[in-house]
């Protein structure tokens, strides 16, 4: 075991002795590596305290994921004991760490353990470290800045952040001004244009991110002009090559900060140097991808209240949707369903009663919430890709509707999406099922509009309009009847939550009230308790969801193709007057 220790002492010598470039992992990979295979013995403190030390990982400042402590484990998987294990440090450990902290001489190792033991003394001794420790930590990190002896710069920047919140928490107004111009020093040192993760950093820090930091006049003057003549360097037109996204990181900041100063005009003045930029980059792309540009311009100029210029992007993306549309290429496959299969389930599905069938079909059509994520879970193991990627909704002309995220992000707009897809493959079994019940039972508008009325949210003076509306569907006048069937099932929601006693107004933009939209009725809590969550995310997703079908919202505002108008969609409908012919009032039931 001495001999172990022995080599350690030797690794950490040369460290010290050599004062260059390294990094964390270098250390703990070096004393890892002086066990040889062969080697049996009980593994001695400082073994475990040295690898362990080196092999903590920093959390970031605003997101520490829930942890009490800044230093979280290397890995931590489901079923393994994560590593290394705050829970396995000791105060003697610590104590270990205190003397290392004082007596290294390279900044790395230094700022290591000294972060260690103030950050972890707490929790593991039960009373806090000595602010010398915080202290040493900040000085350690301004000489690893000063002498670069980290093999990573944006590692030092890490750091500095790291060093600028411990100054500010312990109040030290004399260790803040050291780390501020250590900052400034360390950037003016190493950025590079093209290289956005070694420049901003001082303006972020100083100007935006922590307004108790001192910045003399002066100082803002260097911070802001050096952003601006950056700014300025990205948008030259002779720059070669043309780099826009370094344009937009550099406009961000100054919008942020003019923002800050009530300064509006210089806000649109760089906010509209970062737009010629990719404006010029869009010229020369695709449409698809100069219309992702421009998005996220328009979505710039919304946020810092540009109005009038969010509407001129969003013309030029209208008028880019064409092209978009033309640029998608279709992606088609085959699936064979055997005929004796399908006849057996239509059979299942249409034996008994009128009553039975129907009420089945309303049962059955109800895509399942849980079988939905299911998919999306197979689906993202088959093609984990696709899972990750942002997913941007157009409609007929290639305007984007809607974006869904990432699975892990936005699990809600992957399973609408996913449901859409769903209601779309049963489209077929659906109306095979349905063609054979109205046959079988001689099916009229008025046998089906006295079914669906008997239900209290259907009033007796719009029974008429239903029968018309069913009328129109059996006769396969898709259109019309779409544009009947759907006031019909908004005004049956809407009567619905008025029995319900749930509120169906809502304040009118010029005084006095107005009628919430079916989106607005479907949020509803009473109606979310009385049908459930699986229930009205279908609801949603058919009728007033952009993610899915949005039926209510195509039809009505006149977005939906004439070619869209078909028993995939009718069928739809009718389900959902099934689905609400089911209620019942209390005293029926």
């Not at 307004?211 to 006049?217: C, T």
């Not at 055997?338 to 034996?351: A, D, F, H, L």
């Not at 079988?371 to 890709?385: F, K, M, N, R, T």
């Not at 869904?404 to 992000?409: A, G, L, P, R, Y």
Request: proline share 4%.
């Amino acid at each position: 075991m001495s001999d172990i220790i022995a080599e350690i002492q030797k690794v950490l010598a040369e460290y010290d002795s050599d004062i260059k470039p390294i990094t964390e992992y270098d250390v703990s990979d070096r004393i890892c590596k002086l066990l040889g295979k062969d080697y049996t013995s009980e593994l001695p403190m400082q073994w475990n305290a040295e690898t362990w030390a080196f092999a903590f990982q920093e959390s970031k400042l605003e997101d520490n994921k829930g942890r009490s402590t800044f230093y979280g484990p290397l890995r931590a998987l489901i079923g393994y004991d994560e590593y290394p294990s705050i829970g396995k440090i000791t105060p003697e450990i610590i104590d270990y760490w205190t003397d290392r902290a004082t007596s290294s001489r390279h900044p790395v190792l230094k700022t290591r353990y000294a972060d260690l033991v103030w950050d972890l003394s707490k929790k593991v001794k039960g009373a806090p470290a000595s602010h010398t420790m915080a202290q040493q930590v900040i000085d350690s990190t301004i000489e690893m800045a000063w002498l670069q002896c980290h093999k990573y710069k944006t590692t030092i920047i890490r750091r500095l952040r790291r060093a600028l919140s411990l100054s500010l928490s312990l109040g030290d107004d004399e260790s803040v001004a050291r780390v501020r111009d250590a900052v400034i020093v360390y950037e003016d040192a190493v950025a590079e244009d093209d290289k956005e993760a070694l420049w901003g950093f001082s303006f972020d820090m100083l100007l935006l991110d922590n307004p108790k930091v001192k910045v003399s006049e002066d100082i803002r003057l260097k911070l802001v002009g050096d952003l601006e003549a950056r700014l300025g360097r990205f948008a030259a037109p002779d720059r070669i090559p043309r780099n826009p996204w370094g344009a937009e990181d550099a406009a961000m900041r100054l919008a942020r900060h003019y923002r800050k100063e009530g300064r509006a005009e210089d806000v649109r003045r760089v906010l509209l140097v970062y737009e010629q930029c990719f404006q010029s980059f869009a010229a020369q792309a695709s449409a698809m991808q100069a219309s992702a540009w421009l998005r996220g311009i328009h979505a710039v100029f919304a946020d810092f209240g540009l109005a009038d210029d969010a509407r001129r992007i969003a013309v030029q993306l209208r008028e880019l949707g064409p092209r978009c549309t033309s640029e998608m290429k279709p992606v088609t496959f085959t699936t064979t369903i055997p005929e004796e299969e399908m006849r057996k389930y239509i059979e299942v599905m249409t034996e008994g009663s009128l009553h039975d069938s129907l009420l089945r079909v309303a049962a059955k059509y109800f895509p399942d919430r849980s079988v939905i994520e299911e998919q999306l879970s197979e689906l993202a193991e088959a093609a984990p890709l696709m899972s990750h990627l942002t997913i941007i909704l157009q409609d007929h002309k290639g305007r984007p509707v809607a974006s869904v995220d990432d699975i892990d992000s936005d699990l809600d707009g992957r399973v609408a999406m996913q449901m859409s897809h769903s209601m779309k493959f049963s489209a077929m079994s659906m109306r095979l099922v349905l063609a054979e019940i109205f046959r079988r039972n001689n099916v009229t508008a008025q046998v089906l509009a006295e079914y669906i009325c008997r239900s209290p949210v259907f009033e007796e003076g719009r029974c008429q309009m239903l029968e018309h509306g069913l009328q129109l569907y059996l006769s396969g006048d898709h259109l019309a009847s779409a544009h009947v069937l759907i006031p019909c099932i908004e005004n049956a929601f809407r009567l619905m939550l008025e029995k319900l006693r749930g509120d169906v107004l809502k304040p009118a933009r010029n005084g006095g009230m107005q009628l919430k939209t079916l989106d607005e009725l479907l949020r509803s809590p009473k109606l979310l308790e009385f049908f459930g969550e699986d229930r009205i995310l279908y609801f949603r997703v058919l009728l007033t969801d952009q993610r899915g079908w949005n039926l209510r919202n195509d039809v009505c505002h006149g977005l939906t193709v004439p070619e869209a108008f078909g028993t995939a969609m009718t069928d739809r409908l009718l389900h959902v007057l099934l689905c609400l012919a089911q209620v019942r009032a209390k005293q029926q039931a």
